[in-house]
């Protein structure tokens, strides 16, 4: 779950919410190419290759120019090299009337664009570095200048030039001949090769999104984008000729935000995703009017394209993704992320056939499928994100809910056959979650070349078998992400907890509302064969044969705390709920048949921290604490919840705090007797209430999971 403040957490189940829209459109050439900066001179602080990165705020910093910085703390003395964003830099300075003795100009060269239809030249915002007035912009194609736009008397910080077409253009040259301020220097922020737009709500009609995810990687979904924009300009009509609409490329990319309105007035923004232009991804209604684009996350641009096998085949998990996102071009290189833990895990195939003539889509499942890993988007970057599973998700509470969740059977598995890559092709059964099952899954991966690789994949997918789904409607949250393992309170007591396959927002009109989620809770008992829950102390040993042990070791529950007496002037303060107790959660190697003593922490009293949980030498006071709990990713359990009305035994829940006592009420009369004497009086409705005790915590627990080896 991306992170967020605790003002977030409030406002975004508020009973009154407002969500806004941001979208990012690059409608530049995806493989484009950028070359030198060349210009009539350079200042010694310029950073040339800034002017193509969409950074659009310089960093203020002193220089000699006259009347340029004050000492107020605001400017540093110098820029920090590679650091600081400042942008190109002129050697020239104006003179007094503004003017340049000769021209001055910058020119950026690049290649690999086909067309271009538009381009923008960023100047500061800052009123001490000035504007141009007279200045020109071309854009060229080998040395010619194809282009020519000339401004006179300019007072905007931001150009945007289209209405022409350039075919295979090369260079975007920016000349001043005037500023407007004597003794400055010729600055340019950014040159946009195409259009680099901020969309929000008064430009988007409508808004949808769908992400999906498979962890059990024997499928590859991807997530989906629909933005409708009004297109009253018609720059995107196909028919148009002063229009761009030819501009418009697969792989080009558009970043989308939604933000919440916080109680002081701003809005916190969270990706929800980076989605690419693909083919045939756009339509045009109302006779021109709208524009829609159907867009695709990098997983989507990656499922169909045909892997190129490169001359040296990769020998780790973060060689083989790195290939795979190549294939979307050189811009794209960089565009992954892998798990630090998983990175170096070695998969190697026995030739470059087994991986001839397949997609990147299944190559990339291949690859995680034999890594334990899974693939997904990731919302914040955009990015390929090929990761373990995580324990963490939202708190869902039926307040948050349109209506009560819906529960259906997840599908069932008979058996998985693998056929391995040793050889022999080797027929490899595991069974399946449910043997009255009609499905079986078929696994051909080059990969997998040993039984004890095939069982490591199969427990990953068999975790996603058999129980149940959840399908939940509520007002949406973009913090939320595939993969998520979300808690839903049925009532003060019960919480079940299910994982994050597909959620679907939706923005209409200015709401957001209406949103649809899928989790899973599957019954995880092939994750391992065995389980044990252990709830008291003593002594526990290993059985014969088990070398291994994933254990999961909770604190007990800190107790809520007791809420302050109401006073009459004001009601108490309610208690402080109790904090759900530190997990520690490895996998650790034993020694056969090994005797560990056992601590299960006890419960916090109101106010109180819980005790400690022990298990041999490991200790659940080296874990941490998991917001809003930590889930049990085998069984679906919830442990450590934060403030509990009623915590169920041996979770090692959190309290919840007392309620603080109400405001004393009271008022005067007065009034004369049948004799005419004053009279006065105080009425007490009620008095001023003690804070209620807090709600104790419950007591820890330790869960092991093992296989017979």
Known sequence: MIDRSSAYKLAVYGDTRRVVLRAVIDISSPDIVFGVVNSDG???????????????????????????????????????????????????????DGTFSSPVYVEETFSNVLILQACSVVFPTAVWDGYPVDFKIEVKQGGTAYFVKEFKG??????NVDGFTVNNPDAIRVTVTKWSLPYRRL????????????????????????????????????????????????RFEPRNKAGVFKSIEERQAIDVSMGIRLPDGTDE???????????????????????????????????????????????????????????????????YTVDANYADTALIVSNAEDVSGV??????????????????ADA???????????????????????????????????????????????????????????????????????????????????????GNQ???????????????????????????????????????????????????????????????????SGTWTAPDGVLKLRAILVNGGSGGGTGTDGSWDEAGTDGTDGQGGLVWAETIEINPNQVFNVEIGRGGAPGESGGVTKFGSYSAADGQNFDPNYTDIASGDAFARDGVQLPTANTGDGGKGG????????????????????WSRTVIDNYPGEGEEGVSGASGCVILYWDIQ
């Open 659 to 678: 309620a603080g006592g109400v405001k004393g009420n009271r008022r005067e009369e007065s009034g004369t007797d049948e004799e005419g004497n004053s």
């Open 154 to 159: 300019n007072t905007k910080r931001e150009i």
């Open 359 to 376: 997609t990147c889509g299944d190559l990339l499942l291949w690859v995680c499928m034999a890594s334990a890993t899974w693939p997904r």
């Open 187 to 234: 600055r340019v922020v950014e040159i946009i090769h195409g259009i680099y737009e901020e969309w929000d709500g008064n430009v988007i009609a409508e808004f949808s999104l769908k992400h999906q995810g498979d962890i059990s990687c024997l499928s590859l979904p991807y997530g989906t984008c629909t933005i409708k924009m009004d297109n009253l300009d018609r």
């Open 42 to 96: 350079e200042d010694e602080f310029s950073v040339s290759g800034q002017v193509h990165d969409h950074v659009f705020e310089i960093v203020p910093y002193a220089t000699l120019e006259r009347n340029r910085f004050i000492l107020n703390g605001a400017f540093n003395l110098f820029p920090r090299a590679e650091v600081d964003q400042v942008g190109f830099i002129g050697a020239s300075l104006s003179k007094e």
């Open 269 to 335: 923004y969270k990706s929800v995703g980076m989605f690419y232009q693909y083919s045939g991804g756009w339509k045009t209604s109302d006779n021109g009017l709208t524009m829609q684009w159907d867009l695709v996350d990098i997983i989507g641009l990656l499922q169909s394209r045909e892997f190129i096998v490169p001359e040296s085949l990769p020998e780790t998990l973060e060689g083989w993704v790195a290939a795979i996102v190549a294939q979307l071009g050189v811009n794209f290189e960089n565009r």
């Open 380 to 466: 914040e970057t955009g990015k390929l994100a090929v990761e373990p599973l995580w324990n963490q998700g939202d708190k869902i509470t039926l307040e948050n809910l349109i209506s009560y969740p819906t529960m259906k059977a997840n599908p069932d598995v008979a058996a998985i056959i693998f056929t391995l890559n040793d050889g022999n092709d080797t027929k490899y059964v595991i069974s399946g979650n449910s043997t009255s099952s009609s499905e079986t899954k078929s696994v051909d991966n080059p990969f997998i070349k040993t039984k004890e690789q095939a069982l490591a994949a199969a427990r990953l997918m068999l975790s996603t078998f058999g």
């Open 470 to 536: 959840y399908e939940i409607s509520n007002c949406g949250n973009p913090a939320s992400e595939v993969g998520d393992v979300d808690t839903i309170w049925l009532d003060e007591s019960n919480a079940t907890t299910a994982r994050r396959i597909q959620q679907d927002l939706s923005f209409s009109s200015g709401v957001l509302s209406n949103c649809t989620s899928v989790l899973l809770q599957a019954d995880g008992a092939f994750l391992f064969q065995n389980r044990e829950i252990i709830t008291s």
